[in-house]
């Protein structure tokens, strides 16, 4: 039985790793992408360019992502 526990703990440890690892993968993917070429977008309220990931869309368009300065 306690065997049977030692298994479930040490599956439950190689699936925080791998999960752990896997994170790491993609923000090492994320990373290159965002320095390299991100497409920016104007905002549709105050007109600003800024990277797409910082922009959100709302009605088909891109408006800044919490800034301070917009509307
Ligand atoms: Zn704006």
Redesign the pocket.
């Known amino acids: 039985m306690s065997r049977i526990l030692l298994l479930i703990i040490i599956g439950f440890m190689i699936y925080l790793l791998f999960r752990g690892f896997m994170r790491s993968q993609v923000k090492r993917d994320e990373q290159p992408k965002s320095v390299e070429a991100e497409d920016m977008v104007a905002?549709?309220?105050?007109?600003?360019n800024?990277p797409r990931s910082d922009a959100r869309e709302e009605g088909g368009k891109w408006?800044?992502q919490g800034?301070p300065?917009?509307?």
Not at 43 to 48: M, Q, S
Request: aromatic share 0%.
């Open positions: 905002c549709a309220r105050c007109g600003v800024l408006v800044c800034n300065n917009c509307r």
